[in-house]
């Protein structure tokens, strides 16, 4: 059975009664910035974003998320709240708002520069300050007193998202040990080890046991949670159930793996407005091109993106017959700039772009460019469409939804996936991708020549077993089964 979002709506309304359904995460679904004296509406272009948006239209409850753009305090109502999308709304998104020294001790500081490379085999060194741990503490605090007002005296379920609210649960159980509560942690858990040098562990684990159900990628990560709170923490490990009981409280453990709208995608691919965005995409690209390998990314160190342009460089080395024919585009919306490792990154991948261009280049064809903008949707669309290769190269991952979206838009279906080993996506498309391991610069180039020498009818094949697998496991069954599990918790 395929789940529609009408099904998803249905079943909602049918199992959740007057529960109110509330999602927490750091990033808002939708953005007012200004355009000169105008505001305008963006959609936050993100893999939890644009996977969640949907099951939040077809459940009608409130998002509580950050709002960072720079017209969204003038666009809420007095409660901070806004009805979205707004084409069609259909939700409320409630916005919490943050200091800058919050942002950066929060989100910039313990997040992104503890958390993340904790959780990423990328070997980035994580950086344990007490003063963003205060100020992490500050905001999911914050977090916790918005939720609870809009949970009041009610019923209701509670969807947190992420390792930037790993202490949530716990201030609201504090209030309401009613209240029904999830998280879903969308990057890796690494194993007990790793994790075992974060200073804050304890609180960490504790607040994340506050929840009733966590959820993971895929088992693997389930196994290296549990295996890391039986060595720091005296509590009861199921195993068999995938449980934990921690002072007499019990959280269940599952394996949820993430998908993606994929018939509103390939819908979204077919449009008007996708179809004369791939017009522009060659007059937007200086060298002559035949094909066209893309990557999109954000700019982050996990993502392989240095991994993926020594790969091209060896396969130019390998393979002559190619120069001239091919361009490899890499977009990446520059991201978390304010990390010294991130701006070195940027620098990195920018170096090494030209170094290759210099080398390979002949007359007016080079064959790499790098754009650092941030694209809108349907740009996304229209060179998913357009391309020959997308290139999914990273080093650790927990899903990766850029394959899954790409392979939703293929809807002319002559584009081949590339896709790291080291993604959750890997354990979705084994036999039709081409896996890869990024690592192996060799086997990488090797791997690029294979998938340009696919015939049009085995490049067709390949892409339609992975449409028919995306399209049973989509973002709606997903959903479904979270919220099945939540239910058996009443």
């Known amino acids: 059975m395929i789940w529609t979002k009408e099904m998803l709506e249905q079943a909602i309304k049918e199992k959740m009664g007057d529960y109110r359904f509330i999602i927490a995460s750091n990033r808002e679904p939708y953005i007012h910035e200004y355009s ?80 993340w490379p904790l959780a990423h085999i990328a070997y980035e060194k994580p950086l344990f300050d007490a003063f963003d741990w205060g100020y992490y503490e500050t905001v999911n605090r914050r977090f916790a007193q918005n939720i609870l007002k809009e949970i009041s005296n009610g019923k209701s379920f509670v969807w947190l998202q992420d390792y930037h609210l790993t202490l949530t649960a716990k201030y609201i159980k504090e209030k309401r040990p009613d209240a029904v509560i999830s998280l879903f942690w969308h990057i890796p858990w690494p194993n007990p080890e790793v994790f075992r040098v974060c200073p804050q562990k304890k609180e960490i684990l504790e607040g994340l046991l506050s929840n009733d159900l966590l959820g993971f990628h895929i088992r693997y990560h389930c196994h290296n949670f549990l295996s890391t709170i039986e060595l720091e923490l005296e509590a009861k490990v199921d195993w068999e159930e995938l449980s934990v009981v921690h002072q007499g409280h019990k959280t269940l453990v599952r394996p949820f793996p993430i998908s993606v709208d994929y018939e509103g995608i390939s819908t979204g691919a077919k449009s008007v407005e996708v179809e004369k965005a791939m017009q522009g995409i060659s007059d937007s690209i200086d060298p002559p091109y035949e094909i066209l390998i893309i990557g999109i990314d954000r700019v982050d160190y996990t993502k392989g993106i240095i991994e993926r342009l020594k790969a091209v460089e060896r396969f130019l080395e390998k393979y002559p017959q190619y120069h001239g024919r091919f361009v490899f585009l890499q977009m990446g919306a520059l ?40 694209l809108d949707y349907t740009s996304h669309l229209a060179l998913y469409r357009a391309a020959d290769l997308c290139l999914v190269s990273s080093l650790h991952d927990g899903m990766n939804l850029v394959a899954k979206e790409f392979i939703a838009a293929s809807v002319d279906k002559k584009g081949v996936l590339i896709l790291s080993q080291f993604t959750g996506a890997a354990r979705d498309f084994a036999k039709e991708a081409i896996l890869v391991n990024p690592y192996d610069s060799e086997g990488f180039a090797d791997a690029l020549h294979m998938a340009l020498e696919l015939s049009p009818k085995e490049k067709r094949e390949r892409m339609e077993r992975m449409q028919q697998i995306l399209a049973e496991n989509n973002i709606y069954r997903w959903a479904g089964k979270f919220i099945s599990n939540l239910l058996k918790l009443e």
């Open 36 to 115: 000169g004296k105008k505001i305008k509406c963006v959609q936050a272009i993100s893999g939890l974003t644009i996977a969640l948006d949907p099951v939040m239209q077809a459940s009608g409850g409130i998002w509580v998320a950050y709002g960072s753009g720079d017209a969204d305090k003038d666009t809420v109502d007095k409660n901070n709240k806004i009805r979205v999308p707004p084409e069609n709304p259909s939700y409320t998104l409630k916005r919490i708002w943050m200091t800058k020294e919050e942002v950066n001790g929060y989100y910039y500081g313990y997040a992104n520069c503890a958390l």
């Open 335 to 374: 991201s978390r700039i304010h990390i010294k490792s991130y701006k070195l990154l940027i620098d990195n991948i920018q170096a090494l772009a030209e170094e290759i261009n210099w080398k390979y280049g002949e007359g007016s064809w080079y064959p790499i460019v790098v754009k650092n903008i941030r």
